[in-house]
């Protein structure tokens, strides 16, 4: 356990759009496909994954000492862009950990909880979806808000994002 003295930030961070270059035909992200409009490439993604990662591991430093402790990250495509991001070389030795489910949004865009294993301990990870109705009264998919439980230097506390 950190001293009780022990500063921590904790951010969130919105990747934009922070998907792999594979098709996933359960979801609407044929833009981001190297033919596509955007011309989302792999090394267009690599690039947007070494620069998140590098602004990421300067969040707080001032006044921390350390990049944050707990990093909500919003439209995240999946696990894989997810793990790129921690194996990155900017992120590698920070040993982080993720909690993320995958939503009903249309858009295939999620959100998760980065966290830094050796300040927070995970106990508990839930999905706790919207019901949302255009209005028409069809059902409007959006991302599930995500609900993360465990313990900051021996505090129970527990993160929503959304």
Do not use: C
């Amino acid at each position: 356990m950190n001293s009780p003295h022990t500063i921590h930030s904790i951010a969130f961070y919105n990747t934009e759009n922070l998907f792999d270059v594979y098709l996933d035909k359960k979801t609407i992200d044929q833009d981001f496909q190297p033919t596509a409009s955007k011309r989302w490439t792999e090394s267009r993604y690599l690039q947007k994954i070494n620069n998140i990662s590098y602004v990421l591991t300067k969040i707080g430093v001032d006044r921390a000492g350390k990049p944050p402790v707990l990093i909500g990250l919003a439209e995240v495509e999946n696990d894989t862009v997810i793990k790129h991001l921690l194996e990155s070389d900017h992120l590698k030795d920070y040993n982080y950990a993720f909690s993320h489910f995958n939503s009903m949004d249309e858009r295939g865009i999620d959100v998760a909880l980065v966290y830094n294993k050796d300040a927070f301990k995970f106990e508990t990870a839930q999905k706790i979806p919207l019901h949302l109705e255009d209005r028409r009264g069809n059902i409007d998919h959006t991302r599930d808000i995500l609900m993360v439980s465990g313990y900051l230097d021996g505090h129970k506390i527990h993160v929503f994002l959304n």
